[in-house]
């Protein structure tokens, strides 16, 4: 089956650039997309399509997907951008998440 | 305004069956890709199950045979019924709808979740 890997966690400043990294066989011939999950409530779409923002998505949040990484790109990191986030794909008829990755804003 | 809302879950023993709704308003589940995901406490996202608008049905391998996704046009119902629960099924269960498969796949709206414990 196919799998996504991502690192536990990721630290970064406030006002500074966080990337979160997504690791999967050729998933850059698959579109990815991103999650945010605060505590206790549901995840919400980021990010789809590799590098599109959904309505109501700040401009500090972009995407990339080439080779076997998709990339997460949180510039001028925020407290609120405290959070899990998860990649996810599409590969034969199963949605596949990655093992999430917590971002610590210090 | 698009909103789902999941209702069902509860404290269950092994072996035991449970059947979860997700009453959509503001789209129309039997047009579109309709998912379950689960979040066991503490734990990352797994995706359960898809029904697609064509009525194609597909599961991740550890429900297979246990839990059945269906619907309900005339009540604009997504449902999940779940026989021979495991203590492994406790978790956080969420419906989402996807709104770009075809060119990707993502999951746009979500549901608050209800949970689901498997204990004795």
């Known amino acids: 089956s196919y799998e996504l890997t991502q690192p536990p966690s990721v630290s970064v400043s406030p006002g500074q650039t966080a990337s979160i990294t997504c690791s999967g066989d050729?998933?850059?011939?698959?579109?990815a997309c991103w999650y945010q999950q605060k505590p206790r409530q549901s995840p919400v779409l980021v990010i789809y399509?590799?590098?599109k923002r959904p309505s109501g998505i700040p401009e500090r949040f972009s995407g990339s997907n080439s080779g076997n990484t998709a990339t997460l790109t949180i510039s001028g990191t925020q407290a609120m951008d405290e959070a899990d986030y998860y990649c996810?794909?599409?590969?034969?008829?199963?949605?596949?998440f990655g093992t999430g990755t917590k971002v610590t804003v210090l | 305004e698009v909103q789902l809302v999941e209702s069902g879950g509860g404290l269950i023993q092994p072996g035991g069956s449970l059947r979860l709704s997700c009453a959509a308003s503001?789209?129309?589940?039997?047009?579109?890709?309709m998912t379950w995901v689960r979040q066991a406490p503490g734990k990352g996202l797994e995706w359960v199950s898809v029904?697609?608008?064509?009525?194609?049905?597909?599961?991740v391998g550890s429900v297979k045979g246990r839990f059945t996704i269906s619907r309900d046009n005339s009540k604009n119902t997504l449902y999940l019924q779940m026989n021979n629960l495991r203590p492994e099924d406790t978790a956080f269960y969420y419906c989402?709808?996807?709104?770009?498969f075809g060119s990707g796949s993502a999951l746009d709206y979500w549901g608050q979740g209800t949970l689901v414990t498997v204990s004795s």
């Open positions: 503001g789209l129309t589940v039997s047009s579109n890709y």
């Open positions: 996810q794909a599409w590969d034969s008829n199963t949605y596949v």
């Open positions: 399509q590799d590098n």
């Open positions: 050729k998933l850059g011939y698959k579109y």
């Open positions: 029904l697609y608008s064509g009525g194609n049905t597909y599961y």
């Open positions: 989402a709808r996807d709104g770009y």
